[in-house]
């Protein structure tokens, strides 16, 4: 196995880890514009360009459309692009979101994720990338500040490579992790460098019957996303399907590639099992709220309690394999929401992991806990209460509550 | 759908045009059409600069301006702009 690189110790924010990676990873064009709680991530990016310690283009741009239109279009260049975002900012990109994935541009975005109005709230939930889940964007979700960084190092990798070319958004929780120190280990920059590489492009035929690298270039025309009826948007979509699923190997490719260079792997990169192999009860949950789960399983294994976690780090694509193994002999589960789909019988998460299960060979008890809307905490007490409510499914050997709330009064 | 429209594995991706526009004539859209009264216009160009299509070029071996009727959709941005009211709209008929 090759050596791990010596990597430095920094203290840093969840923001200002995603910041350094992106000034590590040779970053052309920054098209960003500031919201809380992602702030930090651009006020940080312009220093280093205020500086000189990058040779990015840092464009300020007057809306999160046009952050995410400048983004697209310098990434369709040719450049590398990185932009940040956060709840109304991401919810303003909307219409570009599709554009980016549509015109197959690889730009990569943090997504510091916050509650959306109204009424307004500053703090984490999933509220706002889940609204963009159909977007056609790869989504990743950090645990930590040190995931934060790996995966936005990483996300330039699966955005470029030529049989995925799509976006990718990598979610840290608001406040809870964009900003809260942590110990964050840096791999230097010359590795960052090399690990990224340059960009690579495919080919394409164009009108003028020419076949040349896939982007914007006066000296070989060709035209981007434009009109395509009835007779070929279809296929188009089709493609940006297949797309995502090449995006499951690659997701995995780069998490055991990246472990060999930092020692570090955040499960096969697409869902992380923690002490699954014989647990009767699980939870599925994303983002920072796994750390505090892991702490809670550790407890009631202790008390000699078969429970275990699932973290889905990679939500699009969804690892519809990679889910229903892991959770294969577990034989109640809880599905942990930190957003709410308004009359839709549950939250996001839950749907889609009660949709992978139900073609299990031993179809658990499936359960929905929404929890922590616009940052309420959740404490270990609770969150052990969940796996308490599991017991008693088994117990009981049926499910009352199938859609409950965690942590709301009355 | 033709016979010829190809599958979704054939296709360039992002919808790259694998013909050229310089064959799909859209003056054919128009309902309008811009007519110049040479006397009238003093090649200030404006309307060159206007036209969102590109359709009316300055060709300096004539000193003169030239619509480009097979691009010109008769959106009526030359005539609106043009400072001596040289361009008048007139309906493709008359």
């Not at chain 1, 990224?196 to 009108?207: D, E, I, M, P």
Request: hydrophobic share 40%; glycine share 8%.
């Amino acid at each position: 196995m090759q050596k791990t690189v010596k990597q430095e110790m920094m203290a840093l924010a969840g923001d200002q880890a995603v910041a350094y990676a992106a000034k590590q990873s040779d970053v052309d064009v920054v098209a960003a514009y500031p919201i809380t709680p992602q702030t930090i991530i651009v006020e940080k990016f312009s220093e280093y360009v205020a500086d000189g310690e990058v040779e990015t283009e840092f464009v300020c741009v007057e809306s999160e459309h046009s952050a995410m239109a400048a983004s697209i279009a310098a990434s369709a260049t040719g450049a590398r692009a990185f932009t940040a975002t956060a709840s109304a900012g991401l919810a303003l990109m909307h219409e570009m979101l599709f554009v980016a994935s549509g015109c197959r541009v690889p730009v990569v975005m943090a997504v510091a994720n916050r509650a959306l109005s109204a009424p307004l709230n500053i703090h984490g939930d999933h509220s706002d990338s889940m609204a963009q889940r159909d977007s056609g964007w790869i989504q990743l979700y950090a645990e930590n500040a040190q995931e934060a960084y790996d995966s936005i190092i990483q996300s330039f990798r699966i955005a470029e490579n030529l049989g995925v070319l799509l976006p990718v958004m990598v979610g840290l929780d608001g406040f809870t992790l964009s900003h809260t120190l942590e110990n964050v280990e840096a791999l230097p920059d010359e590795v960052v460098k090399e690990f990224v590489g340059v960009r690579k492009f495919a080919t394409v035929l164009t009108h003028e019957g020419k076949t040349v690298p896939f982007r914007l270039d006066p000296d070989n025309p060709m035209t981007m996303g434009p009109i395509a009826l009835q007779n070929y948007y279809f296929e188009f979509k089709r493609q940006q399907e297949e797309a995502m699923k090449n995006a499951l190997d690659v997701v995995q490719q780069v998490n055991s590639e990246y472990a060999k260079i930092s020692g570090r792997s955040y499960g096969d990169g697409l869902v992380e099992a923690y002490r699954l192999e014989d647990a009767d009860v699980a939870a599925v949950c994303l983002g920072s709220t796994s750390g505090t789960m892991k702490t809670v399983v550790d407890g009631l294994r202790q008390d000699g309690v078969k429970a275990g976690l699932l973290r889905l780090r990679t939500f699009r694509p969804l690892p519809v394999e990679a889910v229903r193994s892991a959770l294969a002999n577990v034989k109640a589960v809880a599905v942990m929401d930190k957003c709410m789909s308004f009359g839709g019988n549950g939250g996001p998460v839950f749907h889609e992991i009660r949709h992978v299960l139900y073609e299990a060979a031993n179809r658990p008890y499936v359960v929905n806990y929404i929890y922590g809307l616009g940052g309420r905490d959740s404490s270990p007490v609770e969150l052990r209460s969940i796996y308490e409510n599991l017991q008693g499914i088994l117990r009981a050997g049926r499910v009352e509550t199938p859609i409950q709330y965690l942590g709301l009064r009355g | 759908m033709t016979k010829q429209d190809k599958n979704w594995k054939e296709i360039a991706p992002a919808g790259v045009c694998s013909k050229s526009s310089i064959t799909f004539l859209t003056g054919d859209w128009k309902t309008y059409t811009p007519v110049r009264d040479p006397a009238k216009c003093t090649r200030c160009l404006l309307c060159v600069l206007y036209c969102p299509d590109g359709a009316i070029h300055w060709r300096p071996e004539k000193g003169d301006i030239e619509f480009d009727y097979n691009f010109c959709k008769g959106c009526g941005i030359c005539a609106n702009q043009c400072p001596t009211s040289a361009i008048t709209m007139k309906l493709e008929q008359e």
